[in-house]
């Protein structure tokens, strides 16, 4: 049986000549990622690239899988799709956005909200000056057309009809349908994707075979203190060694307690406490003074004790506040094939035995 051809999308994409056609260009690919590509007889106008930063400091090897994730073994392969999990701020999609550059690609992000539409991941109508429609591709749309990295960020605060319109991009089929344009987008074969996904209340559960199409699931995990303290300066290269030393010992101590202070924590704390520092030169606060306030006005009063707010967090949550393994994103706490479970009947049954 013959597999379709990826590169059918070269022949039905033709890019259209347009006065905007430089605007926003990316210096990784310039003009080519931007300006308006007709598929089908429907003009579609491209999103821009995003062109931030995209340092990844530390944890080679979770940048090493993901980039595993996107290389294709010979012309029969398909990249993969993975999912970045981890604790909030702790560089999901700064880990993302750092392999899209790595490979030097153009790349686009959309972030996920419960309001996603299905329509609004893939060709948007506007209403132009003139009464005309014109169609706007969606950041996802953009990065199969130019063949670059798309990153649906905080993947699962998307509801299931919307990522039921991208089942069919992330399976070898490889396209998508946009209802509201009338046309089916093929992906470039240059196409990539990933998934960052949080962990908090105001999630959805993504339905399997959705999931199923989102594999493997990479794991960020905490910097190691020499790595926390180089996130540290290359956010803040004007912050005062003293203070860097003292939210590298805060940051670690909590990692240490499991709790889940993120490196973006200690960028928002340092920030603030510098700002307060500078205020006012003839009455300079101290170091000290500055940070505690910092502390406490940015992760909160408990933050100033660590050791007790970890205890506090245990007797509360049974443990919720611990952070969560690469398991937890496969079982529920309370699932007997949880690896970490910690199973009564087990204990009941070597009673038993004994
Ligand atoms: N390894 C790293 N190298 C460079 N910067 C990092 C690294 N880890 C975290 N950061 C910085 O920490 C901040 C938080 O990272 P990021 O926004 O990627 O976290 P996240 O896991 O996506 O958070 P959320 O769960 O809220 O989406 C950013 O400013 C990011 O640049
Ligand atoms: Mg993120």
Same mark, same amino acid.
Not at 185 to 190: L, R, W
């Given at each position: 049986?013959?597999?379709?051809? %990826?590169d059918?999308?070269s022949?039905s994409?033709?890019k259209?000549p347009?006065?905007?056609?430089?605007?926003?260009?990316?210096?990784?690919t310039?003009?080519a990622?931007?300006g308006h590509?007709? !598929?089908d007889?429907?003009v579609?106008?491209?999103?821009?690239?995003?062109d931030?930063?995209?340092?990844? !400091?530390g944890?080679?090897?979770?940048?090493t899988q993901?980039?595993?994730?996107?290389?294709?073994?010979?012309d029969?392969?398909?990249p993969?799709?993975?999912r970045?999990v981890g604790s909030?701020?702790?560089?999901?999609?700064?880990?993302?956005?750092?392999?899209a550059q790595?490979?030097?690609?153009?790349?686009? !992000?959309y972030?996920?909200?419960?309001?996603?539409?299905?329509?609004d991941l893939?060709?948007?109508?506007?209403?132009?000056q003139?009464?005309r429609?014109?169609?706007?591709?969606s950041?996802?749309?953009?990065?199969m057309i130019t063949?670059?990295?798309?990153?649906?960020?905080?993947?699962?605060?998307?509801?299931?009809?919307?990522?039921?319109?991208?089942a069919?991009l992330?399976?070898q089929?490889?396209y998508?349908e946009?209802i509201?344009?009338g046309?089916?987008?093929?992906a470039s074969?240059k196409?990539?994707?990933?998934?960052t996904m949080?962990?908090d209340e105001?999630?959805f559960?993504?339905?399997d075979?959705?999931?199923s199409?989102?594999q493997p699931?990479?794991?960020v995990g905490f910097?190691?203190r020499?790595d926390?303290?180089?996130?540290?300066?290359?956010?803040?290269?004007?912050?005062?060694?003293?203070?860097?030393?003292?939210?590298?010992?805060?940051?670690q101590?909590? %990692?240490?307690?499991?709790?889940?202070?993120?490196p973006r924590?200690g960028i928002?704390l340092l920030?603030?406490?510098s700002?307060?520092?500078m205020q006012?030169?003839? %009455?300079p606060m101290s170091k000290?003074?500055?940070?505690?306030?910092?502390?406490?006005?940015?992760l909160?009063?408990?933050?100033?004790d660590?050791?007790?707010l970890?205890e506090k967090?245990?007797?509360n949550?049974g443990?919720d506040?611990?952070?969560?393994?690469?398991?937890?994103?496969?079982?529920n706490?309370?699932?007997?094939?949880?690896?970490?479970?910690e199973d009564d009947?087990?204990d009941?049954y070597?009673?038993?035995e004994?």
């Amino acid at each position: 049986m013959s597999r379709p051809s %990826h590169d059918d999308t070269s022949r039905s994409h033709r890019k259209v000549p347009h006065s905007d056609d430089s605007a926003g260009s990316n210096s990784r690919t310039p003009s080519a990622t931007t300006g308006h590509v007709e !598929i089908d007889g429907v003009v579609l106008k491209l999103a821009h690239p995003y062109d931030g930063p995209g340092q990844w !400091i530390g944890q080679q090897e979770v940048l090493t899988q993901l980039l595993a994730c996107w290389l294709t073994v010979d012309d029969t392969d398909l990249p993969l799709t993975p999912r970045l999990v981890g604790s909030p701020g702790i560089g999901k999609t700064q880990l993302a956005i750092a392999a899209a550059q790595r490979q030097k690609l153009p790349l686009y !992000i959309y972030q996920c909200t419960a309001d996603t539409r299905p329509e609004d991941l893939l060709v948007t109508p506007v209403l132009s000056q003139d009464g005309r429609i014109s169609y706007h591709a969606s950041p996802v749309v953009s990065a199969m057309i130019t063949g670059g990295v798309c990153i649906l960020d905080e993947g699962n605060r998307m509801n299931e009809k919307s990522w039921a319109s991208l089942a069919p991009l992330f399976d070898q089929r490889r396209y998508v349908e946009s209802i509201v344009a009338g046309i089916s987008i093929k992906a470039s074969p240059k196409f990539r994707a990933a998934i960052t996904m949080n962990q908090d209340e105001s999630t959805f559960e993504i339905p399997d075979y959705i999931l199923s199409r989102l594999q493997p699931t990479l794991l960020v995990g905490f910097p190691n203190r020499q790595d926390e303290l180089s996130i540290l300066q290359y956010h803040l290269p004007y912050a005062e060694a003293e203070m860097l030393a003292m939210t590298v010992e805060f940051l670690q101590h909590s %990692h240490e307690l499991k709790l889940d202070f993120s490196p973006r924590d200690g960028i928002n704390l340092l920030r603030y406490a510098s700002k307060r520092m500078m205020q006012d030169p003839t %009455h300079p606060m101290s170091k000290d003074q500055a940070w505690r306030e910092a502390l406490e006005k940015c992760l909160g009063g408990d933050a100033l004790d660590l050791d007790n707010l970890a205890e506090k967090r245990r007797r509360n949550f049974g443990g919720d506040a611990v952070p969560l393994g690469l398991a937890d994103f496969f079982f529920n706490a309370d699932d007997p094939l949880h690896p970490d479970r910690e199973d009564d009947e087990d204990d009941d049954y070597d009673e038993r035995e004994d």
